[in-house]
């Protein structure tokens, strides 16, 4: 079946702008999450969601960022304001149960803030 | 919270030649032990993963052992071949942690040189 998709696969946007990046899980998959990983660098959490529970924002660096999961599937993550610093490669990955399993990565959205 | 360390950074074998990652966890409550490869352009991808209640798992070239003693677990790779060039991440799950229940390493990048 599909896997995690996510896009747009790359975004180049000017310092001040808005960006929303979207990841469309694997159906039925009841946990997404959402990561950053800056170049050469290891995954950065940025946001948890499971089911209808309230998503785990702890990671969230600044306000600019927030993410919305409507009716369970879709996600989308949106930075206010970029900044150059945001620029990285955004992972989103989704999890069947939610718990110590296996993660499906999409591949990703390079963001480059000029 | 949990904190991961990984070693090497970068790694280089001979095709044919043996592979070896180490990680270092901290939080003893940790349970679950996943190991992903990403290529480049992609998403990570899991490729073997361990859980505490056995000391190694294995898969054809790959194989995991985890000390709980000790707090570390290792993924081996033998008879490397050029496309298990890739970056490597290990994880470790803390129990009964809602949100962000997996603490990457910082990666290994691995080139097999034929």
């Known amino acids: 079946g599909a896997g995690v998709s996510q896009s747009p696969s790359n975004k180049v946007t000017e310092k001040g702008k808005d960006v929303e990046l979207r990841c469309d899980p694997i159906s039925g998959h009841t946990a997404l999450y959402w990561y950053r990983q800056s170049l050469g660098q290891g995954l950065e959490f940025l946001i948890y969601?499971?089911?209808?529970?309230?998503?785990?924002k702890s990671g969230l660096p600044s306000d600019r960022f927030s993410a919305e999961r409507t009716g369970g599937s879709v996600s989308t993550l949106t930075i206010q304001r970029t900044q150059q610093e945001d620029s990285a490669v955004y992972l989103c990955?989704?999890?069947?149960?939610?718990?110590?399993?296996?993660?499906?990565f999409g591949p990703g959205t390079r963001l480059l803030v000029l | 919270g949990e904190n991961v360390e990984q070693h090497p950074s970068t790694l280089s074998v001979q095709e044919g030649d043996s592979a070896v990652i180490k990680c270092t966890y901290s939080d003893s409550a940790s349970n679950y032990f996943p190991w992903y490869k990403q290529e480049l352009g992609k998403g990570p991808q899991l490729i073997i993963d361990?859980?505490?209640?056995?000391g190694e798992k294995k898969d054809q070239r790959i194989a995991v052992t985890l000390n709980k003693t000790a707090k570390h677990f290792s993924l081996h790779i033998t008879e490397t071949q050029p496309e298990d060039s890739a970056v490597y991440f290990c994880?470790?799950?803390?129990?009964?942690?809602?949100?962000?229940?997996?603490?990457f390493g910082p990666g290994t990048r691995l080139s097999v040189l034929p």
């Open positions: 994880a470790a799950s803390p129990r009964d942690n809602y949100g962000q229940n997996f603490v």
């Open positions: 361990i859980r505490s209640n056995v």
């Open positions: 990955a989704s999890i069947k149960g939610g718990g110590q399993e296996t993660q499906y």
């Open positions: 969601f499971q089911g209808n529970s309230a998503p785990d």
